[in-house]
T-cell receptor, first 113, second 112 residues
């Protein structure tokens, strides 16, 4: 059974710092991995999707990497801003044709001005 | 700006009552998902449909939960009878097969 872990559960940093968020998963036979952002009281917004054949994806100040063999992904946020404050969730989709996503419990990020 | 919509946004009910949650997926999306989010368990998939047919409902308590897609523009999730442990935020998401899932704003359910 796939398990996804995000440590730490919360992080508070001053504005301007470069951040690395970690995600680990137990079964390396994945189809893809996604990073989502969730604002309080809102739904999830997809940030980046990495296919199993890819090593990284970039969007603006965000860069996500995937090391399937070691069961790890990182989300790098450059020059953090208060508007980046949210909960970040990692989710993996397994192989075999299922579209089921298995989520980590998320990391709550607070960027202080 | 296409979005997944969910109704109601908030629901408070008493134990034993029936609860119906509705979702309108993004037009053209052929895959619809129902998730439940709690502090303890995080986000869990309850069920999903492709082209209105249920593909996986293994995450759903069968005795009290049911999910349907009466047509391509409506998905429903019903709980009957509801219990306090069902209190959670229920999310609907839609997407095209194999691609990114787009989430709705959720229905916050409180069962007293």
């Amino acid at each position: 059974k796939q398990e996804v872990t995000q440590i730490p559960a919360a992080l508070s940093v001053p504005e301007g710092e470069n951040l690395v968020l970690n995600c680990s998963f137990t079964d390396s036979a994945i189809y893809n991995l996604q990073w989502f952002r969730q604002d309080p009281g809102k739904g999830l917004t997809s940030l980046l999707l990495i296919q199993s054949s890819q090593r990284e994806q970039t969007s603006g100040r965000l860069n996500a990497s995937l090391d399937k063999s070691s069961g790890r992904s990182t989300l790098y946020i450059a020059a953090s801003q208060p508007g980046d404050s949210a909960t970040y969730l990692c989710a993996v989709r397994g192989g075999g044709g299922s579209e089921k996503l298995v989520f980590g419990k998320g990391m709550k990020l607070t960027v202080n001005p | 700006d296409a979005r997944v919509t969910q109704t109601p946004r908030d629901k408070v009910t008493e134990m034993g009552q029936e609860v119906t949650m509705r979702c309108q997926p993004i037009l053209g999306h052929n895959t619809v998902f129902w998730y439940r989010q709690t502090m303890m368990q995080g986000l869990e998939l309850l069920a999903y449909f492709r082209n209105r047919a249920p593909l996986d409902d293994s995450g759903m308590p069968k005795d009290r939960f049911s999910a349907e897609m009466p047509d391509a523009t409506l998905a429903t999730l019903k709980i009957q009878p509801s219990e306090p442990r069902d209190s959670a935020v229920y999310f609907c998401a839609s997407g095209l097969q194999g691609e990114t899932q787009y989430f709705g704003p959720g229905t916050r359910l409180l069962v007293l």
